[in-house]
């Protein structure tokens, strides 16, 4: 889509009038709200605030509809009692309150809950063909931690008929999007001499700065409300479900920015990754599998997750097989089966079994559905994983188990701010989704993520859109900030015999793999940061080859920066976390501390720039009218 | 397992370019964009690929193998003999930017052409009903990632750029189609399928269907269907008749004739 503005003699889709190679110039652009992010969290944004009355841009890094949102299977978790009228908001609260073991933002929790059967509602308004139920409403499958049968759904491909839903509303309001752009600073309003030190308190939003992918052309963009919606952080492991542009953008930015993140110790390693071949490991496998029916088994044939019930859960999940299969048709009179359990409850099991040895050939467990559901079912219930494991691994799901293992998937953690307005700590920046914290606490529920990206994403597009019309004037951008961004944005071309990005970037992955995983110790921790010193180290000196026509040296070369910053956050909150709460194991800490459960954990940049700093700080204690809902 | 692959890359821009050599090691299980990253990664830094899930569900890899249209991700390499050359080239529907990354723009324009679903209020209970069976056949439709190979591969604009002003392409002949079949939609876009989109260009070759990734039945379900209901409207004496005297099929009762153009709302 062509930006407003725009010449005709520009470029239809970026906007850009320039070869790459070309000396001159720098696209300006003005804007009341720029969103930074196109997926589901950054339209849903970009359309609330277009709604509200405001100027607004999306801006991201791949083509518009490629975003990871796309990626998503499973549903959106709603409670919309459409099967289930015992279903309510109160339930889904205590649900997701109870899979983040209790460390949730309460009130981000209770909105979501909320919230999200309008915002699905809405989805259906725009366009969105839901699966339905025999009374033809809106359909809710089963999903590990929902009590009842909850998320909305189409098939197994949830998050591209949300995507492009939403996507298709954003063209159809004629919302300007600027695709395949990267933001690659923030920019303050202000002198500068007053942002120094630890006046965060006075810092705003004056704008955003970045470079055309297809030609390295850099771009303003002059806006009061800035959105982050980039999502997560995934790209930092070696085994992941997320795609490249997971590399913790909008955590970095903001804490260039000067805002805090919070939570970042929080990892979610969803349980069933596909393990093979090589070059899909870490490729998702969706828990529908196991909402649908299908169970975990180990080499000798064990359905083990009846072995791993934690006290915390055990009185609401079935303790025999008997039981749980009979849950799937009656829920009033049965407990839900193992395989059922919140994702890190799930995914510590199999990572057990498989260090025990009673792994599959291939490095993983069993996932069976074949044994379960006939074919018919699975093809229609579940057609993109058929799809996947037939294309991609030459396995018939509806006839052989699926050999699977965790996965990186998601980060709790991210910028923290307000539950109400998606307010960070610099007045104007905005944080909804993947890349902003404190909704799910320390571990997230499956569905609960598509559903966080729009109640959230709207009430950020309403909040930025209505700070942006209540300003006077317009925030003024530093010039010597515009030159530092350019300076640093073009550094990699100036180093002479330095290490190809590439591998840094793969042994970053491999580092937080091996040291940051799954189970974690305080000594591995210890050696991940130093490592990550040694990595930032090398990345000061790397070296891209070529020019800034569409070249991914360089872009791998700027976003390895953020990687770098966010990977350090997340080891240095997960070596003083000492303890095991959802997302973050410690096998040297291996239980719950109900001390630790009363806070969070924030990162801020460092005065040199280059690092993190943690404190601690009590977490939001919950009204009492709330707290009834958790008394046994 | 490991085996050295032969690959030949197209690398160059606008201004012209040629098919560089490649030898790159690669293993069991492996994917044609497996081997491209490690091109990248090792011998050339600067190659342009666009990807993203790679898993085959965001369309982003769209490129020419072997000269078929494909996506790099779902592509195995033991579709080919160890001892075969592959070949990738960038989509030669669309202008190039660099090496396999190609402007697209050209969908995005065309999606802007297009009005999107426009439904009726809800139901008094704030809730809205459609049988499975009715949404199935719009859901065919959406499971399209718009990878824009059925574009790439459609003889109309393949070397034919002249008609691409006149012409939406098979992905959008299935968004007609889609909101066309929706049960509440409230939108006739027949005229505007036939006149701006172009349907009448397309002579049903179904050269679409055979390279679409997801398996759609672009032509049979969509654009036939789509034919079938435009010429109804346009030839079909009945429906004039109808027409005339106020009554009209069931299938578009209160729907409304929208025209051609951007549609866009304040």
């Given at each position: 889509m062509a930006p407003t503005g725009s010449t005709t003699s520009r470029h239809p889709m970026t906007g850009n009038e320039m070869?790459?190679?070309?000396?001159a110039g720098m696209e300006r652009h003005a804007y009341d709200v720029v969103v930074v992010g196109a997926g589901g969290a950054g339209l849903r944004a970009a359309i609330a605030a277009h709604d509200a009355g405001a100027r607004t841009a999306v801006v991201c890094k791949?083509?518009?509809?490629?975003?990871?949102?796309?990626?998503?299977e499973g549903g959106i978790a709603a409670a919309m009692g459409n099967r289930w009228p015992e279903d309510n908001w109160e339930v889904h609260f205590r649900d997701t309150m109870r899979g983040g073991k209790m460390l949730n933002n309460w009130r981000m929790a209770q909105l979501h809950a909320q919230e999200a059967p309008e915002r699905v509602m809405e989805l259906e308004d725009w366009g969105a063909l839901f699966d339905r139920t025999e009374d033809g409403l809106i359909s809710q499958r089963d999903f590990g931690g929902h009590k009842y049968a909850r998320l909305a759904h189409v098939g197994d491909r949830t998050g591209l008929e949300m995507i492009r839903t939403l996507q298709q509303r954003v063209v159809q309001l004629g919302i300007d999007v600027f695709m395949e752009c990267t933001v690659t600073d923030l920019l303050l309003a202000g002198d500068r001499a007053d942002l120094a030190g630890d006046r965060a308190e006075s810092r705003s939003i004056a704008g955003a700065f970045g470079y055309w992918r297809e030609t390295g052309r850099f771009i303003l963009f002059e806006a009061p409300s800035v959105i982050l919606a980039t999502g997560g952080i995934g790209k930092s492991f070696k085994v992941t479900s997320n795609s490249w542009e997971y590399t913790g953008d909008g955590h970095a930015l903001a804490l260039r920015a000067g805002a805090s993140l919070i939570n970042m110790e929080f990892v979610q390693f969803h349980p069933t990754g596909m393990v093979w071949p090589p070059s899909v490991k870490g490729l998702l496998v969706t828990e529908s599998v196991r909402g649908d029916g299908g169970i975990l088994k180990n080499s000798e044939g064990r359905r083990f997750m009846f072995d791993y019930i934690p006290d915390f859960f055990r009185a609401e999940t079935a303790d025999t097989e008997e039981e749980a299969d009979r849950w799937y048709d009656d829920k009033k009179n049965n407990r839900r089966p193992p395989e059922l359990l919140p994702r890190d409850e799930v995914a510590r099991a199999i990572n057990s079994e498989i260090k025990a040895g009673r792994g599959s050939p291939h490095g993983g467990i069993y996932l069976d559905i074949a044994s379960r559901r006939d074919p018919e079912f699975i093809r229609k219930r579940l057609p993109s994983m058929y799809h996947q494991f037939k294309e991609l691994a030459d396995v018939d799901i509806t006839a052989e188990p699926m050999e699977i293992g965790p996965t990186c998937h998601y980060v709790m953690g991210g910028v923290e701010v307000d539950p109400d307005t998606e307010l960070s700590g610099v007045t104007g920046l905005y944080a909804v989704g993947e890349c902003s914290g404190g909704m799910h606490g320390s571990n997230r529920l499956g569905g609960n993520s598509l559903s966080d990206l729009l109640v959230f994403g709207r009430r950020a597009g309403e909040a930025a859109a209505s700070y942006a019309a209540g300003q006077g004037s317009r925030p003024v951008v530093d010039e010597a900030d515009v030159k530092a961004a350019e300076r640093s944005a073009l550094a990699p071309f100036d180093v002479e015999g330095g290490e190809n990005p590439y591998t840094i970037q793969q042994d970053l992955q491999q580092t937080m793999n091996d040291l940051v995983g799954i189970i974690r110790t305080a000594s591995e921790l210890e050696e991940s940061l130093t490592a990550i010193e040694g990595l930032k180290k090398r990345a000061r000196s790397m070296v891209v080859e070529?020019?800034?026509?569409?070249?991914p040296g360089w872009h791998l070369a700027l976003d390895l920066r953020n990687m770098l910053l966010v990977s350090e956050a997340i080891a240095r909150a997960a070596l003083a976390r000492e303890e095991s709460r959802g997302g973050h194991t410690r096998d040297d800490y291996p239980k719950p501390d109900p001390d630790w459960g009363t806070k969070n954990l924030v990162v801020r940049l460092d005065d040199t720039g280059s690092g993190v700093t943690l404190t601690e700080q009590p977490l939001p204690v919950m009204p009492d009218e709330l707290k009834s809902y958790f008394e046994e | 397992m490991g085996y050295d692959l032969k690959m030949r890359i197209w690398r160059g821009d606008q201004e012209g370019g040629e098919l560089g050599d490649y030898t790159v090691e690669v293993s069991e299980g492996e994917v044609v964009l497996d081997a491209i990253h490690r091109v990248q990664a090792?011998?050339?830094?600067?190659l342009a690929v666009r990807w993203n899930c790679k898993a085959g569900k965001c369309g982003s890899c769209s490129a020419e193998i072997n000269g078929r249209p494909r996506l790099l991700c779902m592509t195995r390499l033991s579709d080919f003999d160890a001892g075969e050359t592959i070949t990738v080239t960038p989509m030669r529907t669309f202008p190039v930017i660099r090496d396999l990354v190609t402007d697209v723009s050209f969908n995005y324009e065309k999606a802007r052409q297009l009005p999107g679903a426009e439904l009726g209020p809800r139901d008094d209970d704030g809730k809205r009903r459609m049988m499975q069976i009715d949404v199935e056949r719009g859901q065919e439709f959406r499971?399209?990632?718009?990878?824009?190979l059925c574009q790439d591969t459609c003889h109309v604009v393949r070397d034919h750029d002249h008609n691409k002003p006149a012409f939406a392409g098979p992905r959008f002949f299935l968004r007609y189609a889609e909101l066309d079949m929706h049960p509440l939609d409230t939108h006739d876009r027949r005229v505007l399928a036939q006149g701006a989109a172009g349907l009448g260009l397309c002579n049903i070759t179904k050269c679409c269907t055979e390279v679409c990734p997801e398996g759609i039945k672009i032509t049979d379900n969509a654009i036939i269907p789509m034919k079938e209901r435009v010429v109804d409207r346009k030839y079909d004496p009945l429906v004039w008749l109808g027409n005339k005297i106020g009554l009209r099929p069931r299938d578009y009762e209160g729907r409304m004739e929208v025209g051609e153009g951007p549609v866009r709302r304040p």
């Open positions: 070869r790459g190679d070309s000396a791949s083509l518009l509809g490629k975003a990871h949102t796309v990626m998503a070529g020019h800034r026509q569409y070249n | 090792t011998q050339a830094g600067d499971k399209c990632i718009e990878c824009f």
